[in-house]
């Protein structure tokens, strides 16, 4: 899993009839904790997140299964919504 921000919504009208009633949020990861990896992806949302939120995202066929139609075509999926999380310094 990895963690990241959820900072942005997608809407797609037209889209696979499989991922009909699923909710599409962009994702910015983190690179530490204060800090963010370049460029943003796409995951399902499985936890109700939001805009701001800091998010667990799974990847590949754990995605999938997170979601109740293991055919669903999807390969990020967001599975919960952090609180917090510490980082020890190197």
Same mark, same amino acid.
């Given at each position: 899993?990895?963690? $990241?921000?959820?900072?942005?919504?997608?809407?797609?009208?037209? *889209? !696979?009839?499989? +991922?009909?009633?699923?909710? /599409?949020? &962009?994702?910015?990861? /983190?690179?530490? *904790?204060?800090?963010?990896?370049? $460029?943003? /992806?796409? %995951?399902?949302?499985? %936890? =109700? %997140?939001?805009? $701001?939120?800091?998010? +667990? &995202?799974?990847? $590949?066929?754990?995605?999938? %299964?997170?979601?109740?139609?293991?055919?669903?075509?999807?390969?990020?999926?967001?599975? =919960?919504?952090? !609180?917090? /999380?510490?980082?020890?310094?190197?």
């Amino acid at each position: 899993m990895r963690i $990241g921000k959820v900072v942005g919504n997608v809407w797609a009208t037209r *889209k !696979d009839e499989k +991922l009909n009633g699923q909710k /599409f949020l &962009v994702i910015k990861l /983190f690179l530490d *904790k204060e800090n963010y990896q370049e $460029g943003l /992806f796409v %995951a399902s949302d499985n %936890a =109700g %997140a939001g805009i $701001g939120d800091t998010v +667990l &995202v799974t990847n $590949g066929s754990a995605a999938r %299964a997170s979601v109740e139609n293991t055919q669903i075509p999807v390969d990020s999926t967001i599975v =919960g919504i952090v !609180d917090s /999380f510490e980082v020890e310094d190197e």
